[in-house]
């Protein structure tokens, strides 16, 4: 009795017109809805054969994926824990999807950064931002984009996401003539696999079960792992039908503190590029997130704000800081937080509860190593349908509007950079107002930021970062 009291006073349960009872089913929606992350962050996140990413020296790729699940569990409690006690709100942290992917396919992949010092730029990203949200210059920047690239970024990079799981799923493959084509579905047991789990998350999702995502890909490896009994193989080398179960993993040692390996003998210049391109990509995605996420719970004030939104942004910087430290990709505010905050969750009890669930997690972590990769990918592709939904928010009858939103969906997927797609359309947007002659429509601090986006343009692609 003496707890629930404490819990009531503690997060003032009566003032935010809720109960103990309803926050606790609300944390547990909210884990429960992305819990999948503990299985798809380490499967996105270590390198395997061709795939870029984290590659552990002396450490293989099961035990890699170990390491970084216990590390995906203990930022992601570390941030939520931060935002329940001092922010006070129904938010859930953990490493960001999509950020991930540009981690490790961008960062590493393409710009070929090494993983140390990709985690050294994570650090930083995150002490930064602590001290911009401690001056409040944070908060002041999120209102500066425009408003069709934060309705756009969502879709988007639901298409980013979707395109890295298709080919993981082996739905869509390489072509000499057209880049991409669909893949031998009917002939490749993993392509198979991953169409059924995909249209089973879809349906589960579509019938209201909580948790679908997670369930859709268990079901999946499930179904692998009986394919496999009988018989039958994967035409991919590298991508087994069936992972064995390995026996726990918790040592971390090798990812915690790789930071520090990341700072050493590198140019000041290469270091400060990464950092701004990771800068750029958390910074929109936590303000999107953040303001989306509070508006299905009510809890954005008459002009449309986050009050006090400097303490959830407070949240996210340490625990980008912390998942650093630890060895993960940027944390950030989760869209399923919503789910929790349509159940009724308030306050920060809900994500007290998701981060307590999240440690309790820790007891299945070598069951992230023994999902395949094809299985753990379906999440990327159901996550990113769901995001599409931001689109219609655009508004298409105005070509300054629409310019700028339809700009950002079509650069990001087809660069593959999420950076990329975010800089075209704030860019776009105060150019478009001008030709409108509309330019009075637009911010110093719009167009600052739009020269900003041109010079990180000019410095990603003229090659400055090939050195690092």
């Known amino acids: 009795m003496k707890i629930r009291e404490s819990l009531v006073a503690l997060f003032d349960l009566d003032d935010s017109a809720t109960d103990l009872r309803t926050e606790l ?3 547990l929606t909210t884990f429960l809805t992305m819990s999948y992350i503990v299985v798809v962050n380490p499967a996105i996140l270590a390198a395997r054969g061709e795939k870029p990413g984290i590659d552990v020296a002396g450490a293989t790729y099961t035990e890699t994926v170990q390491m970084l699940a216990v590390v995906t569990i203990l930022s992601a409690a570390a941030a939520t824990l931060v935002m329940a006690v001092y922010a006070d709100r129904p938010f859930a942290l953990a490493p960001g999807m999509g950020l991930n992917a540009f981690f490790a396919y961008t960062v590493i992949g393409a710009m070929g950064v090494p993983w140390e010092t990709a985690l050294a730029a994570i650090v930083i ?3 930064l931002f602590m001290g911009l949200t401690l001056a409040g210059a944070r ?4 209102r500066l984009f425009p408003e069709p690239v934060k309705f756009a970024v969502g879709a988007a990079l639901g298409l980013f996401l979707a395109f890295i799981g298709l080919q993981e799923m082996k739905v869509v493959v390489a072509d000499q003539t057209t880049l991409v084509q669909l893949g031998s579905i009917g002939a490749d047991p993993v392509a198979l696999l991953s169409v059924f789990g995909l249209f089973l998350s879809f349906g589960l999702y579509t019938r209201g079960v909580r948790g679908s995502i997670i369930v859709g890909v268990l079901l999946t490896a499930v179904a692998g792992w009986i394919a496999a009994s009988a018989g039958v193989q994967s035409p991919h080398p590298g991508t087994p039908l069936a992972p064995s179960i390995p026996s726990p993993q918790y040592d971390i040692s090798p990812l915690a503190g790789a930071f520090v390996d990341g700072l050493r003998n590198v140019e000041a210049l290469s270091v400060s590029l990464v950092v701004l391109t990771f800068f750029f990509v ?3 995605e936590t303000a999107g997130t ?3 996420v509070a508006q299905v719970g009510g809890l954005l004030d008459e002009d449309g704000n986050l009050p006090e939104m400097e303490k959830p942004l407070m949240a996210d910087a340490v625990g980008t800081t912390v998942g650093g430290v630890l060895g993960t990709s940027t944390v950030t505010a989760y869209v399923e937080s919503a789910a929790g905050i349509e159940e009724g969750g308030r306050t920060g009890l809900t994500a007290l509860v998701v981060a307590a669930l999240f440690l309790a997690s820790l007891a299945i972590v070598p069951l992230a190593a023994a999902i395949p990769l094809y299985a753990s990918h379906i999440a ?3 996550v990113a349908v769901l995001m599409l ?10 070509p300054t509007h629409a310019v700028p939103a339809g700009v950002t969906i079509i650069a990001m997927p087809l660069t593959l950079s999420i950076a990329y797609g975010i800089a075209a359309g704030i860019i776009a ?3 478009m107002k001008l030709a409108a002659g509309e330019r009075r429509e637009v911010s110093v601090g719009q167009w600052l930021l739009a020269l900003a986006f041109v010079g990180y343009f000019a410095l990603r692609t003229s090659g400055a970062l090939t050195a690092v």
Do not use: C, K, R, S
């Open 125 to 127: 990203e995150g002490i």
């Open 429 to 431: 947007y105060p150019v």
């Open 282 to 284: 958390d910074f929109l």
């Open 290 to 292: 953040l303001t989306g």
């Open 380 to 382: 990327l592709v159901v």
């Open 25 to 27: 089913l609300a944390g």
């Open 139 to 142: 908060e002041y920047v999120i």
């Open 389 to 398: 939904g931001n689109v219609a928010d655009v508004d298409w009858h105005d």
